[in-house]
């Protein structure tokens, strides 16, 4: 700032010395004045932010491919892409064109980054990251000199540290590379993008220091197709959620250095965690270990493991408290849940609350035995039966149903779409945009109709045991799975 300050008062007093004169140049400074205050502001949003940024990354841990969990298939590809910048003799002799920039695609937390840095690591590059958000400026310019300044610096911290090459990670690129003209008014996007393609069509296997991109997103449709052509980021790599090994070794991963208990199985983790990203796991060890630390235990136990899933899935615990007459109500509706959940599929209830967490009042976590990629019309039944489970309970034990199961209700009504929409209802095959409103809506009732005599008969034949859970729930509050079925299997043999 203190520049600034300098130019103001040397103009100030240039225009009071004039005015003396009786030389009226008013109009004329100021104008000036604003033009230098701009250009220095400019100036400036584009030096500070970027120094704090690179000097952090200078500080990185180095990080290998057996750091990463799963993502095989990620790491055979990238792995594979880089040998060409290994073998960079071998390549020119062959006249391959270089490889210049490779691009993640995949949801947040599924470990891009990692694998930027393991892919640093294994060609002993330099490694700089940035986010396209952070070349987003309102100054027209920034942008662009910022993409200039990431390639020097890259270049430069190569040579200091004597390395031959530089991985450049550009995180979330949608932002800046997102397709041309269609940020309305935002010419700033352009020139940076446009910066980019520059820079990357000028590297070449002759530089002294070659730099390979590597760009994430999870919006490659948004992507301008410029950067997605040959000589650009023409490899692409997809970065999945893991499947039930991948979180297994992911689990491993972040729990090497923590003490668990002997009766811990992460399989049976990796189990209820069908969904959860790298990043989702990594919590899901660090909330267990604060847990075991918050009640002084030496170990982390399942109960740590099972309370930190929950947490992480529906975030901390509220302090939101219900009526009496409001957590009887919840117990029904969640009993509800979880006694179709086990109808459907025994084995399936992991764990039934009425504590509120997040924004549920209370609710029925599911295992998944399975990861499934494909659904049948009886698993789809299956499942809008255990969603409208809650409400039909509420009927059936307190004669009407509340607010509590709205979102239910959305959710089953999404599922009688799969079986519509997947060609499974009576209609046969049917697109969206030519089906009548009314047919829709007929045949959703039709579907809900029968599933909806399936609940009420399974939850009629069961009341005995659905006292006995309630009951349990209000004193307990939270049941872990292997109690409930233990309660539903006793009455069971007792009747
Ligand atoms: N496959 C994995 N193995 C081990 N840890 C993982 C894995 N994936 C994610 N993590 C954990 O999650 C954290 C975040 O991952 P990372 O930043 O690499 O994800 P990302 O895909 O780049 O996410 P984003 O798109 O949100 O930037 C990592 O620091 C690590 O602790
Ligand atoms: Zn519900």
Redesign the pocket.
């Known amino acids: 700032m203190r520049y600034l300050e300098l130019i103001l008062g040397i103009v100030s007093a240039i225009v009071i010395f004039l005015g003396f004169q009786g030389i009226d140049l008013l109009p004329v400074l100021l104008f000036a004045g604003l033009v230098i205050i701009f250009w220095y502001q400019t100036k400036r949003a584009g030096e500070k932010s970027f120094a704090t940024h690179i000097h952090n990354d200078s500080k990185r841990e180095l990080i290998s491919f057996d750091d990463?969990?799963?993502?095989d298939i990620a790491k055979g590809e990238l792995r594979e892409a880089l040998e060409f910048i290994k073998d960079i003799e071998r390549i020119k002799k062959l006249g391959i064109r270089p490889l210049k920039g490779i691009l993640l695609n995949?949801p947040?937390?599924?470990?891009?980054?990692?694998l930027a840095k393991a892919a640093a690591c294994f060609t002993g590059s330099e490694f700089l990251a940035a986010s396209g958000s952070e070349f987003v400026e309102m100054y027209v310019g920034v942008g662009a000199r910022r993409v200039r300044q990431l390639f020097k610096q890259a270049r430069d911290m190569a040579k200091r540290n004597k390395k031959k090459s530089a991985v450049i990670f550009i995180?979330e690129i949608e932002v800046l590379g997102g397709k041309r003209g269609q940020n309305a008014g935002h010419m700033e996007y352009d020139q940076t993008l446009n910066e980019l393609l520059v820079q990357m069509d000028g590297m070449s296997e002759n530089d002294d220091v070659r730099i390979l991109v590597i760009g994430?997103t999870?919006r490659l449709d948004i992507l301008d197709s410029a950067l997605l052509r040959p000589g650009r980021f023409d490899r692409q790599v997809k970065?999945d959620l893991?499947d039930k090994l991948g979180r297994i070794k992911?689990l491993e991963?972040?729990t090497r250095n923590k003490p668990l208990a002997e009766e811990v199985s992460l399989a049976d983790v990796a189990n209820d965690t069908f969904g959860f990203?790298?990043?989702h796991l990594?919590s899901v060890a660090n909330e267990a270990a604060i847990l075991a630390f918050r009640e002084n235990s030496r170990v982390i136990t399942v109960q740590h493991l099972r309370s930190a899933v929950e947490k992480v899935i529906m975030g901390e615990k509220l302090d939101k408290i219900p009526t009496t007459v409001e957590k009887r109500r919840i117990a029904i509706h969640e009993t509800g849940h979880a006694l179709l959940s086990e109808y459907i599929q025994p084995g399936s209830v992991a764990s039934v609350t009425v504590v509120p967490r997040g924004n549920a009042l209370g609710y029925v976590r599911q295992t998944q035995q399975e990861d499934m990629y494909l659904y049948t019309l009886d698993y789809i039944k299956g499942k809008i039966a255990v969603a409208i489970a809650g409400a039909i309970a509420e009927d059936i034990f307190l004669g009407a149903r509340s607010t509590g199961a709205a979102s239910d209700f959305k959710q089953a009504v999404s599922m009688a779409k799969q079986i519509i929409f997947g060609g499974m209802s009576e209609l046969g095959i049917v697109s969206p945009d030519d089906i009548p409103k009314e047919l829709l809506h007929n045949t959703i009732t039709g579907i809900f109709k029968e599933v909806e005599s399936l609940v009420t008969n399974v939850l009629s034949a069961n009341q005995a045991a659905f006292t006995q859970i309630v009951d349990s729930l209000l004193t307990k509050e939270c049941i872990a799975g292997s109690e409930f079925q233990t309660i539903l299997n006793g009455v069971k043999q007792a009747s």
């Open positions: 990463i969990g799963g993502q995949g947040p937390g599924t470990g891009k980054t990692l995180d994430a999870n970065v893991p992911i991963l972040h990203s790298g990043a990594e």
